[in-house]
């Protein structure tokens, strides 16, 4: 299973941005995807998830009202949007599967739930 991540780049504070995370798997439309990311210095963090039919959806504290996960089955794709966004939002951020996908022990959270992780996509906020 490969995860390619794109979208990164560089924005002003207050700008947005969309990455996308794209799957070679079949398996993807029975898989809860998240995304979380990494700040120099920094553990990785939970940003967002989806459940595998996209009926559910979760956010971290710190982006929830300004960022927004999808998902198109149809693509085995799913998309991060990120708006306002701040220098605190700086940070190498991956998207990740849980093929096992088993809804009643899903904390989207941790991140030893999920099996595939993307490479990594660069997020740079200019102040």
């Known amino acids: 299973v490969q995860l390619q991540a794109s979208g990164g780049g560089l924005v002003q504070a207050g700008g947005s941005l969309r990455l996308s995370c794209e799957t070679s798997?079949?398996?993807?439309?029975?898989?809860?995807m998240g995304w979380f990311r990494q700040a120099p210095g920094k553990e990785r963090e939970f940003v967002a998830a989806?459940?595998?039919?996209?009926?559910?959806?979760y956010y971290s504290d710190s982006v929830k009202g300004r960022f927004t996960i999808s998902r198109d089955n149809a693509k085995n794709t799913v998309y991060l949007q990120m708006n306002s966004l701040k220098q605190e939002d700086m940070a190498v951020y991956y998207c990740?599967?849980?093929?096992?996908?088993?809804?009643?022990?899903?904390?989207?959270?941790?991140?030893?739930?999920?099996?595939?992780w993307g490479q990594g996509t660069q997020v740079t906020v200019s102040s």
């Open positions: 990740a599967a849980d093929t096992a996908a088993v809804l009643a022990v899903y904390v989207p959270s941790r991140p030893d739930l999920y099996d595939y």
């Open positions: 798997a079949r398996t993807f439309s029975s898989s809860h």
């Open positions: 989806i459940t595998r039919r996209g009926g559910n959806t």
